[in-house]
Antibody, heavy 119, light 107 residues
Framework: QVQLQESGPGLVKPSETLSLTCSVS????????WTWIRQPPGKGLEWIGY???????NYNPSLKTRVTMSVDTSMNQLSLRLTSVTAADTAVYYC?????????????WGQGTLVTVSS | DIQMTQSPSSLSASVGDRVTITCRAS??????LNWYQQKPGKAPNLLIYDASSLQSGVPSRFSGSGSGTDFTLTISSLQPEDFATYYC?????????FGPGTKVDIK
C-alpha cells in the first residue's frame, strides 16, 4: 500500500521560501500524476498543481509565479517550493497521488503538514 | 477558472437518514467531478470519481450522479462514521477547483 509523507519546516518567515518534501513509500513514483493541495486552518481545499513523474507540471495560475514542483524518481520523492510567502500561505499542505488512469482524482494522500508563515 | 458551489453548506441529520448534497459548476464539465470526505485533522478521502464511479473500498451507501453542471452525492443510510465534511472537485480543466464543502453533523 503506497504511503505519502510530507516533511519540512513548520514555520517560515514572511518573504522567505517554503520548501516541502513528499516521500513516497510502498510504490513507485513512475506512471502517476502527483498533486499538491493546501488547506488554510478552518477553510477549504486549494489545488496548487500537479507534476507528472516525467517532470511535466501544471500550476494554479494564482500561484504560478511563486511555485515550483520537482520530482526525484531515484529517491521516490516530490518537492514543493513556494517563494515570497505571506500569512495567506499559512495552511496544511498535502501531497497526493492521482488515481491511475485519471488526472484529477487523488486516491492516496499524505497526512499533511502545517506550515505557518510568521515572523 | 471553473467555480464550484455546494448546497447546503451544512446539514444536520440522524443515523439512518438519506442525505443528498448538491454541487454545481459555473460551466459544463461533462462528468469530470470527484467527491471527497474529510474528517477533522485528517486528509480528504476519495469517495466518488468521474461523477458516479465508486472508489475501491468505499461503502456502497455512497453514490454520485450528474453531468454537465449539476451533480449530487447521496448517502443512502447515514452511519455514525459519515459525519464529516464533503467536498466536490472538478477535474475538467486546471486549476482543479474544489467546492466550499458541506458539513454533515449529528441532529
Amino acid at each position: 500500500q503506497v504511503q505519502l509523507q510530507e516533511s519540512g519546516p513548520g514555520l517560515v518567515k514572511p518573504s522567505e521560501t517554503l520548501s516541502l518534501t513528499c516521500s513516497v513509500s510502498g510504490g513507485s513514483i513512475s506512471g502517476y500524476y502527483w498533486t499538491w493541495i493546501r488547506q488554510p486552518p478552518g477553510k477549504g481545499l486549494e489545488w496548487i498543481g500537479y507534476i507528472y513523474y516525467s517532470g511535466y507540471t501544471n500550476y494554479n495560475p494564482s500561484l504560478k509565479t511563486r511555485v515550483t514542483m520537482s520530482v526525484d524518481t531515484s529517491m521516490n520523492q516530490l518537492s514543493l517550493r513556494l517563494t515570497s510567502v505571506t500569512a495567506a500561505d499559512t495552511a496544511v499542505y498535502y501531497c497526493a497521488r492521482s488515481l491511475q488512469g485519471t488526472l484529477g482524482a487523488t486516491d492516496h494522500w499524505g497526512q499533511g503538514t502545517l506550515v505557518t508563515v510568521s515572523s | 477558472d471553473i467555480q464550484m458551489t455546494q448546497s447546503p453548506s451544512s446539514l444536520s441529520a440522524s443515523v439512518g437518514d438519506r442525505v443528498t448534497i448538491t454541487c454545481r459548476a459555473s460551466q459544463s464539465m461533462r462528468t469530470y467531478l470527484n467527491w471527497y470526505q474529510q474528517k477533522p485533522g485528517k486528509a480528504p478521502n476519495l469517495l466518488i470519481y468521474d461523477a458516479s464511479s465508486l472508489q475501491s473500498g468505499v461503502p456502497s451507501r455512497f453514490s454520485g450522479s450528474g453531468s454537465g453542471t449539476d451533480f449530487t452525492l447521496t448517502i443512502s443510510s447515514l452511519q455514525p462514521e459519515d459525519f464529516a465534511t464533503y467536498y466536490c472537485q472538478q477535474s475538467y480543466s486546471t486549476p482543479f477547483t474544489f467546492g466550499p464543502g458541506t458539513k454533515v453533523d449529528i441532529k
